[in-house]
């Protein structure tokens, strides 16, 4: 196993753990999205037979509003993207692009009224979000380097 599956796996459990047995875990998986899953599931998942499901991540973390196994997958982005010097013209580029589907997305939704379409409209409106942190980083990297 990988690191990170490793970390996941640690986290899934005391979140599990959490929740309080796994016929709890389960009714909660499948309250969240609808989809059935057995406690033998959970057991296989907790004993580290089956690797979890980003639908079992989403429900047990919404459910307890602890997010650790999130927290983690977005530390290993950040580090990723901390170890890349970007250009500066490149992030315009990326915010150039996000923003346009973004604006796509918002003016799909307000046709619409499935929900559907306002997930890909909040999901654009995420993905501008971040990669204008990512430019502001570079420009504060770049800020305190010239000082």
């Keep these: 196993m990988s690191n990170i599956l490793d970390t996941m796996h640690l986290h899934m ?5 959490r929740i ?5 875990a389960a009714e ?5 999205f609808g989809r059935g899953v057995a406690k033998g599931t959970i057991s296989k998942l907790m004993a580290g037979a089956l690797d979890w499901r980003l639908v079992d991540v989403i429900a047990i973390e919404d459910a307890l509003g602890w997010f650790p196994v999130t927290r983690a997958l977005a530390q290993r982005m ?12 490149e992030h ?10 973004a604006v ?3 003016l799909s939704a307000s046709q619409s009224a499935r929900g559907q379409d306002y997930a890909q409209a909040v999901k654009e409106m995420q993905d501008v979000v971040l990669v ?10 770049r800020m ?4």
């Design 13 to 17: 459990r005391a979140l599990v753990m």
């Design 20 to 24: 309080g047995c796994y016929d709890a």
């Design 28 to 32: 909660t998986i499948s309250a969240r």
């Design 78 to 89: 950040a580090a990723h993207d901390a170890g890349r010097a970007v250009p500066i013209v």
């Design 92 to 101: 315009a580029g990326e915010i150039c692009r996000e923003a346009g589907e």
């Design 104 to 106: 796509a997305a918002l």
């Design 132 to 141: 204008a942190q990512r430019a502001i980083v570079t420009l504060q990297n």
């Design 144 to 147: 305190e380097e010239a000082e």
